[in-house]
C-alpha cells in the first residue's frame, strides 16, 4: 500500500507542476536591442519589435505574413480582458489604426466607444510581399481608464491576432501569445 501512496503523490507533484508552467507566459524575446534600440518579441509567425523613448513612449513595429488586420494586444487578465489592443491595417499607400479595450475574454472594443480616448499615434502602415506591418506609438501611462498603465522594468503578457479582412470586425484566422520585458 505504501508504495501506491508513493506513487499517487509523485503523480499529482508531477501534474500541478505541468499546470503551472502552462499557464506561464512564453517569453520568446532578444535580450539585446538592434542596431537601431529595438528589442524583439515572436510568436508564430508575428514580430513585435519594441522600445520605450524618453521614459515615457513605447515605439512598435508589428508585423505578420498576411494580408489582412493585425493586433496586438498589451498585459490581458485572461484572454483579451482588460489588454490594450492595437489594431490596424495597410490600406493601399496609408493605414488605419485604432486604440482598443478587452472588454471579454473573447471581444474588443474601441477605447472611444467605451468613453475614453485613442492614445495610439499612426506611424505607418504597409503590405509587402504578403507581409503586413503597422508602426505605431503609444504613451507607456496614457491616464485612460481604458488603457493598460505599463512600468519600464517589468515583464507583460502580449497577444497576436490577425485576419484576412482590411477591417476591424473580421474574425481572427490565427493567434498567438508571447511576453515582453520593457528597458530604458
Known amino acids: 500500500m505504501p508504495r501506491y501512496v508513493l506513487f499517487f503523490?509523485?503523480?499529482c507533484l508531477v501534474l500541478t507542476a505541468c499546470n503551472t508552467i502552462r499557464d506561464e507566459p512564453f517569453i520568446s524575446e532578444n535580450e539585446l536591442p538592434d542596431a537601431q534600440g529595438f528589442y524583439s518579441a515572436n510568436a508564430g509567425t508575428y514580430t513585435l519589435n519594441y522600445k520605450v523613448i524618453n521614459a515615457t513612449t513605447l515605439h512598435c513595429v508589428l508585423s505578420s505574413v498576411g494580408t489582412g488586420w493585425l493586433a496586438v494586444g498589451f498585459a490581458p487578465s485572461s484572454g483579451m480582458k482588460d489588454a490594450n489592443i492595437i489594431i490596424g491595417y495597410a490600406n493601399g499607400s496609408s493605414g488605419v489604426i485604432r486604440d482598443d479595450w478587452g472588454t471579454s475574454q473573447t471581444a474588443h472594443q474601441s477605447d472611444i466607444s467605451l468613453g475614453g480616448a485613442s492614445n495610439v499615434t499612426y506611424i505607418s502602415a504597409t503590405e509587402n510581399s504578403g507581409v503586413t506591418r503597422l508602426e505605431f506609438?503609444?504613451?507607456l501611462?496614457?491616464?485612460d481608464a481604458y488603457d493598460r498603465s505599463l512600468i519600464i522594468g517589468n515583464t507583460y503578457p502580449?497577444?497576436?491576432a490577425k485576419g484576412s479582412e482590411d477591417d476591424f470586425d473580421s474574425y481572427h484566422t490565427n493567434?498567438?501569445?508571447a511576453a515582453i520585458r520593457l528597458r530604458p
Open 9 to 11: 503523490l509523485i503523480a
Open 137 to 139: 506609438q503609444l504613451p
Open 141 to 143: 501611462d496614457s491616464g
Open 158 to 160: 502580449i497577444i497576436f
Open 175 to 177: 493567434y498567438a501569445a
